[in-house]
């Protein structure tokens, strides 16, 4: 069964960090695209960051760059994110999702075969 789980979330104040985890079963992320997404309450999914599988080019939101950090670890078949200096307006809804055919460049804009359940990220003020 293909299948992706995300992990990692929580309460968190401004300022902080935590990592999500997304760890994938039934295929392997070295043949896919994978990469994250987020939905705050009220709000369209936006495309947060994701790794190409052509080449490992690594795409951010302008959001997000300089503050998040995608890699991926291909012995345990996850995806991280590292996320610092976490702000309000990171409170979201986390996520995960893997393609095997697009690539990093039309990642956010277009349908995805597999998408995890999302993990719940709040930072506090």
């Known amino acids: 069964q293909v299948q992706l789980v995300e992990s990692g979330g929580g309460l968190v104040q401004s300022g902080s960090s935590l990592r999500l985890s997304c760890a994938a079963s039934?295929?392997?992320?070295?043949?896919?695209?994978i990469g994250w997404f987020r939905q705050a309450p009220g709000k369209e999914r936006e495309g947060v960051s994701c790794?190409?599988?052509?080449?490992?080019?690594?795409y951010y939101a302008d959001s997000v760059k300089g503050r998040f950090t995608i890699y991926r670890d291909n012995a345990k078949n996850t995806v991280y994110l590292q996320m610092n200096n976490l702000k309000p307006e990171d409170t979201a809804t986390y996520y995960c999702?893997?393609?095997?055919?697009?690539?990093?460049?039309?990642?956010?804009?277009?349908?995805?075969?597999?998408w995890g359940q999302g993990a719940l990220v709040t930072v506090s003020s």
């Open positions: 999702a893997a393609d095997p055919q697009i690539l990093g460049h039309d990642f956010f804009y277009t349908h995805l075969e597999v």
């Open positions: 790794i190409s599988r052509q080449d490992g080019t690594k």
């Open positions: 039934g295929f392997s992320l070295d043949y896919y695209t």
